[in-house]
Nanobody, 122 residues
């Protein structure tokens, strides 16, 4: 079983930036796509961004497109989420997720991290 550990969350003012990291360890498959989801209080968990194994293909929710950038470093088994121009509505717990395989699809992720809190003040 793979273990995913997120870091980098915190409190930031609107318009500010944060970079989240997610490190994978344990029984890691040879190829895996990675993604980020978020869940705000009283709302369902929603997709934010994802990246293929090679890093050549990325996917973004419309709400974050142009503000967030997902990237990965396979040598470190780590995926990043650079979040710029943050808005109060970005406040949520952000979860890292993995899908075993080369590309990301719409199916449910195979494993999840524990989450990291991001709070954007107005």
């Amino acid at each position: 079983q793979v273990k995913l550990v997120e870091s980098g969350g915190g409190l930031v003012q609107a318009g500010g930036s944060l970079r989240l990291s997610c490190a994978a360890s344990g029984q890691i498959f040879s190829y895996y796509a990675m993604g980020w989801f978020r869940q705000a209080p009283g709302k369902e968990r929603e997709f934010v961004a994802a990246i293929s194994w090679s890093g050549s293909t990325t996917y973004y929710a419309d709400s974050v497109k142009g503000r967030f950038t997902i990237s990965r470093d396979n040598a470190k088994n780590t995926v990043y989420l650079q979040m710029n121009s943050l808005k109060p509505e970005d406040t949520a717990v952000y979860y890292c997720a993995v899908q075993y395989g080369m590309t990301w699809s719409s199916r449910h992720p195979d494993d999840w991290g524990q989450g990291t809190q991001v709070t954007v003040s107005s």
